[in-house]
């Protein structure tokens, strides 16, 4: 997501860094190459005019063209107003004080909003909560059925009345269940249409009419650039939204609408999607994405990945044999595993700063195949040869390899790859009183 826009303001702040002492020329020419980048990047134009004057405003100052480091003040005011520009805080959902919590998704058809609203029950159970699931589109075929096998594959609940039924029946149904049987949030799908059109603001009026939900979230796809800017005006005159989740964030490359939506409703981005699995949506906090664009990478967020997958306990016991050189290829599979859970590696990288433009990074590509290749390998040893690989003879090594489906050079180069691991982590000493941020972040090989 940004890649484009991130690339462009990177190479900016680049060249005002190289260039010491700044005038007020030298920012007004980087303030022009930033309003362009926004521009490509699908931002919104007056959204882009009054952040460009923003900037300026602080920038052109004694204050910051007389200090030792003027680039680097500007590249902060440019960070701050990015991220007041898109909310400041993060905005989480405002739970009912008597349950259940009513949500509302809308948006239109092709937006997203069915496999949005599994993800976000997904999301809700990891914090707690006891979600439900509505399915209230009785209009696209096989909408209730695709609900009901994402309902399944999360082993939670999805209300229907069928395909015949009044939505606003169907939300009433689902808040009366929910109470009930102790549901705390009730998720509701609506239909949407290919375009805005009369009769689907009337009918979504009329199911907020008779539920009264205590949040109206609208699902808007990223890629449809200044589009979403348009479909979020509009639904919030009509709904008064409460919030907005942008999909597909992880298939644009400009991603402007994020930097224009909130600007321009005064409604809060409260969920981003970045991927196709159902634990790939996150909420959206403006200043780590700030962060990301500008190439400063997101720790937070990779640590909050870590500690949802590593347990700590075991990750003490793993350190605790790097320090002590005790390190298995058991361990190594295992580490491997839990790092996959955390999402695509290319992405985790990116979010290491200093990471996000290396050409290493940009040149990297991560095969699945390459990883089950790997754990195919390993599980083809005896438990001997996992906690002592040096006694992996030739003979051993060909045993492993038709085990595992693999070759001889593919069992040498895990091992190579193994033994590099371990000198490195020997280097790096005892892992566990790193200081900072990254030390509560678990070994990954």
């Known amino acids: 997501m940004f890649e484009n826009l991130s690339a462009k303001l990177q190479d900016v702040f680049k ?10 020329k030298d920012v007004d020419l980087a303030l022009k190459e930033v309003r362009m980048a926004l521009l490509e990047a699908d931002v919104n134009f007056k959204v882009t005019k009054d952040f ?52 509302m998704l809308v948006g239109l058809q092709g937006s997203g909003k069915t496999t949005t609203c599994a993800k976000l029950a997904s999301l809700l159970r990891k914090q707690g909560k006891r979600p ?22 999360l082993n939670i609940e999805v209300f229907t009345l069928g395909d015949k039924a009044d939505p606003a029946d169907i939300a009433a149904g689902a808040v009366e269940r929910a109470r009930s049987f102790g549901y705390d949030t009730v998720l509701l799908d609506t239909a949407g249409r290919l375009h ?4 689907m603001m009337v009918e979504l009026e009329r199911i907020r009419a008779r539920v009264s939900p205590h949040e109206v979230l609208l699902v808007v796809d990223a890629m449809t650039g ?125 979010m290491i700063p200093g990471l996000g433009r290396s050409k290493a990074l940009k040149d990297l590509k991560v095969d699945e195949k390459d990883i089950g290749k790997v754990e195919a390998i390993i599980r083809s040893m005896t438990p001997g040869e996992r906690r002592n ?43 566990s009183k790193h200081k900072g941020p990254l030390g509560k972040m678990p070994f990954m090989p």
């Open 15 to 24: 060249n005002l860094r190289n260039r010491g002492r700044l005038t007020e």
């Open 389 to 431: 690989p040096s006694i992996i003879d030739g003979s051993r090594k060909r045993r492993i390899a038709v085990g595992s489906g693999t070759k001889v050079q593919d069992v040498n180069a895990l091992l190579k790859q193994f033994e590099q691991t371990r000198k490195m982590l020997k280097q790096l000493g005892e892992v």
């Open 226 to 350: 200044q589009d979403a800017v348009n479909v979020a005006t509009t639904f919030n005159e009509r709904m008064g939204i409460d919030g907005v989740v942008l999909t597909k964030l992880d298939g644009d490359a400009r991603g402007g609408a994020a930097l224009s939506v909130r600007a321009v409703t005064g409604k809060p981005i409260k969920f981003v999607a970045t991927g196709e699995k159902l634990d790939a949506l996150e909420p959206f906090h403006p200043d780590r994405m700030s962060s990301r664009i500008l190439g400063m990478g997101d720790v937070l967020t990779i640590i909050e990945r870590a500690q949802e997958v590593f347990d700590e306990e075991q990750a003490r016991q793993v350190q605790e044999k790097i320090r002590k050189q005790e390190l298995t290829l058991d361990d190594f599979l295992k580490q491997m595993q839990d790092v996959r859970k955390m999402g695509p590696l290319d992405q985790i990288l990116g």
């Open 52 to 103: 460009v004057a923003s900037v300026k405003a602080r920038a052109i100052g004694s204050a910051v063209l007389e200090s030792l480091t003027p680039a680097q003040q500007v590249i902060k005011i440019v960070f701050e107003e990015l991220t007041a520009l898109m909310g400041g805080q993060s905005a989480k959902i405002a739970f009912a004080n008597k349950p259940p919590t009513l949500v």
């Open 196 to 199: 805005i059109d009369e009769e």
């Open 132 to 153: 439900m699931m509505a399915a209230a589109d009785v209009y696209r075929p096989a909408a209730i059925k695709q609900l009901q096998v994402l309902g399944s594959q």
